[in-house]
């Protein structure tokens, strides 16, 4: 039997613990139910954890990669351009 209700199905996710080059262990996971929640939290964590400024650049990139379900440490890693 189907369930259905209000709790999230599809909640939106972020996960830095699949980094291969970087100089710190991220054990972060990120979740939320909008993208606008998940690029806040994101950017938030990458200045505060990997250094990235808070730029138009970066949350576009960001909201790019959430559309294509790709981790968002490749953009935390230097894949902005
Ligand atoms: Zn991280």
Redesign the pocket.
Known sequence: MMIKGDFPMMRNYID?RDIPQTDKR?T?AIFADSDDELVEAAVQ?GMA??GHSDTTEFRNAIREVLEKGILI?NI?QGGVN
């Open positions: 830095c991220c972060v964590h954890v990997h440490h935390w």
